[in-house]
């Protein structure tokens, strides 16, 4: 792909949104599932919240505007640049929810004695999201 070459062909936003679906449809269901089951009630404070929902919000405009680049032609490298851009904040969101998740969640899993169930929702979560 050089930089003359163009983005002309999209994907139908049919196919597009059953794909996306399949997939954040499922890993919903099964993290709320999980949840359910959850060795403990994910208890975290607003503050953090908040602060991984306005990151989150900002990942989501960003991915708006690749968007709109992929329908006006935009060129490759400037779509891949700026894909490479929401990559990177999508893994700076994921590394702050582990360290969260490590501080509080797994550090009260083992005041309460149940840090085996906790440690092994860690591993299957992290088998998920590793390639």
Request: glycine share 4%; charged share 25%.
């Given at each position: 792909?050089?930089?003359?070459?163009?983005?002309k062909k999209q994907a139908s936003p049919q196919?597009?949104?059953?794909?996306?679906?399949?997939?954040?449809?499922?890993?919903?269901?099964?993290?709320t599932h999980q949840n359910h089951n959850s060795a403990h009630g994910h208890i975290h404070s607003e503050e953090s919240l908040r602060r991984?929902?306005?990151?989150?919000s900002r990942i989501e405009g960003h991915v708006r505007g690749i968007k709109t680049?992929?329908?006006?032609n935009s060129p490759?490298?400037?779509?891949?640049?700026?894909?490479?851009?929401?990559?990177g904040a999508?893994?700076?969101?994921?590394?702050?929810?582990?360290?969260e998740h490590l501080t509080e969640c797994i550090a009260r899993a083992s005041k309460e004695g149940n840090i085996e169930a906790e440690i092994e929702q860690l591993k299957a979560a992290l088998?998920?999201?590793?390639p």
């Open positions: 792909m050089n930089g003359t070459n163009q983005l196919s597009e949104e059953n794909e996306l679906n399949d997939g954040i449809i499922n890993d919903h269901a099964d993290h991984i929902v306005n990151r989150l680049m992929v329908q006006q490759c490298p400037d779509v891949l640049l700026q894909i490479a851009a929401v990559r999508l893994d700076r969101v994921a590394r702050i929810v582990l360290d088998d998920r999201f590793l």
